[in-house]
């Protein structure tokens, strides 16, 4: 087992991933994971057999399909264990049983659970309902920056990846070859961003709702559904006839919005935490 690499040391990653993706049916690692192993901010350690990524206290590990009840995810975990102080984050994604093993072993503790949710894409999709002077639109790079980071910023305070975002992160998704400005629908009213709905469309996989987003100051105005809405229309005209999205298990009202548009559970990533 090797040790810990830069980016440029770690050109596994992606391979590894997509095997596992494949055979398991989720992503090992998070998008922003892979984003801060190519810049090389994440610590990667292991090798096309078995790896883990860990970002400050948070930390994902894949074994490949191949090489599998070989020890070597306990090995994988053992290591993390050993060279982080303090609070461990760890996340399982798609919640396997090998997973649920490990974390049995280790003494770790589900803190937190994301669901995967998929729902068919209508083909006839309802028009998003907007107030007299809203207006949707897709995002400029470069003009709309600024007031799309103030507001994920804002309706994302409480989330610990998502609300982080900044000009940096924001650039790096975009340099990615499944982004289209197109697929990235903002509601205004006059000059002032309310909403927007984020979507990816990857070869291969469901049309995701990538990220969706309405103002705290704009609560219960419907601007949520409307976005929705206008995202499965993107979706219809982009071809797809799936949708998915990630949403916390415990976020009661969009779990409510995205139920009445179709949408079940699918999957679910846990995360689990070793207390020190």
């Known amino acids: 087992m090797t040790g810990g690499v830069d980016a440029t040391g770690a050109s596994f990653v992606p391979g590894l991933a997509r095997a596992a993706a494949e055979a398991d049916g989720s992503p090992p690692f998070s998008d922003q994971t892979l984003v801060d192993v190519r810049s090389g901010t994440a610590t990667v350690v292991g090798d096309a057999h078995a790896a883990a990524v860990r ?3 948070e930390a994902e590990l894949v074994v490949h399909p191949d090489d599998r009840r070989q020890g070597r995810g306990a090995e994988l975990l053992q290591r993390l264990i050993d060279e982080t102080h303090g609070p461990l984050l760890l996340w399982a994604h798609g919640d396997h049983p090998g997973s649920r093993v490990l974390a049995s072993r280790f003494g770790l503790d589900e803190t937190r659970r994301l669901l995967q949710q998929r729902a068919p894409v209508p083909s006839s999709p309802r028009p998003p309902r907007l107030r007299d002077g809203d207006r949707v639109t897709a995002f400029r790079p470069g003009v709309d920056d600024a007031a799309w980071l103030d507001l994920n910023a804002r309706a994302f305070a409480d ?3 998502q609300g982080s ?8 998704r975009q340099a990615e070859a ?3 400005a197109g697929d990235f629908v903002l509601l205004w009213r006059g000059d002032d961003l309310l909403a927007f709905c984020w979507l990816k469309l990857d070869a291969g996989q469901p049309g995701e709702f990538y990220a969706v987003g309405v103002s705290p100051d704009h609560q219960g105005e419907g601007l949520g559904g409307a976005v929705v809405d206008a995202g499965f229309a993107r979706l219809a005209e982009r071809g797809a006839d799936t949708a998915a999205l990630y949403v916390e298990g ?4 969009a779990l409510r919005l995205y139920a009445a548009r179709g949408f079940t559970d699918h999957a679910v990533d846990v995360q689990y935490t070793l207390a020190r």
């Open 55 to 57: 970002r400050g206290d």
């Open 250 to 253: 415990d976020n009661t009202a």
């Open 159 to 161: 989330h610990p990846e």
């Open 178 to 180: 499944w982004f289209d």
């Open 165 to 172: 975002l900044v000009q940096a992160d924001l650039d790096a």
